[in-house]
Nanobody, 115 residues
Framework: QVQLVESGGGLVQAGGSLRLSCAAS????????MEWYRQAPGKQRELVAI???????NYADSVKGRFTISRDNVKNTVYLQMNSLKPEDTAVYYC?????????WGQGTQVTVSS
């Protein structure tokens, strides 16, 4: 079982930046894809960004050009760099790992963007 621990959330003003980290309990090089999701109050959880084992990335339209997902296979950590933050980015952000038929979630980290 893969354990995931997110960190880096917090309160930031609109236009600011945050970097989220997701530390995995095992080699992420063995994981098919690492993903970031978010869930705002009263809304469904949505996919924000994906990075494959080969390093290819994909983003939700709402964050393209502002967020960047990356991975450090030595540190077994995935990052989400968030720039030009908007109040509508306020949510709990979750890291997820997809390995074959298995799917694992982190506990989430709160991001709050004030206007």
């Amino acid at each position: 079982q893969v354990q995931l621990v997110e960190s880096g959330g917090g309160l930031v003003q609109a236009g600011g930046s945050l970097r989220l980290s997701c530390a995995a309990s095992e080699r992420i090089s063995s994981i098919n894809a690492m993903e970031w999701y978010r869930q705002a109050p009263g809304k469904q959880r949505e996919l924000v960004a994906i990075i494959s084992g080969g390093g290819s990335t994909n983003y939700a339209d709402s964050v393209k050009g502002r967020f960047t997902i990356s991975r450090d296979n030595v540190k077994n950590t995935v990052y989400l760099q968030m720039n030009s933050l908007k109040p509508e980015d306020t949510a709990v952000y979750y890291c997820a790992a997809r390995r074959a038929s298995e799917f694992y979630w982190g506990q989430g980290t709160q991001v709050t963007v004030s206007s």
